[in-house]
């Protein structure tokens, strides 16, 4: 079984910056996918990016220019840096992952993914 440990969470004003992490322990596979999903209250969970075993990566259109994924193979950790924050940012952010590669189910869709972190709220004052 795998475990995820989200932290980095906070409150920032607008135009900071937040670094969260994401560690995952466990059975752990080397071909794997890790997200970063977030929820506004009132609102559906929103895809925010995504990164591969072979490090390829993706954003939403709401956070492209602005957050940057990495990982870190080795501690099987994967980073949000966010940059430029707008308080439309807030919401509770949660990491996800998967082991190999389900077909048929995009990346961008939470079902994709079958271990979930416990959230980190990150709060964006203006």
């Known amino acids: 079984q795998v475990q995820l440990i989200e932290s980095g969470g906070g409150l920032v004003q607008a135009g900071g910056s937040l670094r969260l992490s994401c560690a995952a322990s466990g059975r752990t596979s080397s071909i794997y996918g890790m997200a970063w999903f977030r929820q506004a209250p009132g609102k559906e969970r929103q895809f925010v990016s995504a990164?591969?075993?072979?490090?390829?990566?993706y954003y939403g259109d709401s956070v492209a220019g602005r957050f940057t994924i990495s990982r870190d193979k080795a501690k099987n950790t994967a980073y949000l840096q966010m940059n430029n924050l707008k308080p439309e940012d807030t919401a509770v952010y949660y990491c996800a992952r998967v082991e190999g590669v389900p077909l048929g189910i995009p990346y961008s869709d939470k079902e994709h993914y079958s271990t979930w972190g416990q959230g980190t709220q990150v709060t964006v004052s203006s």
């Open positions: 990164i591969s075993w072979s490090g390829n990566t």
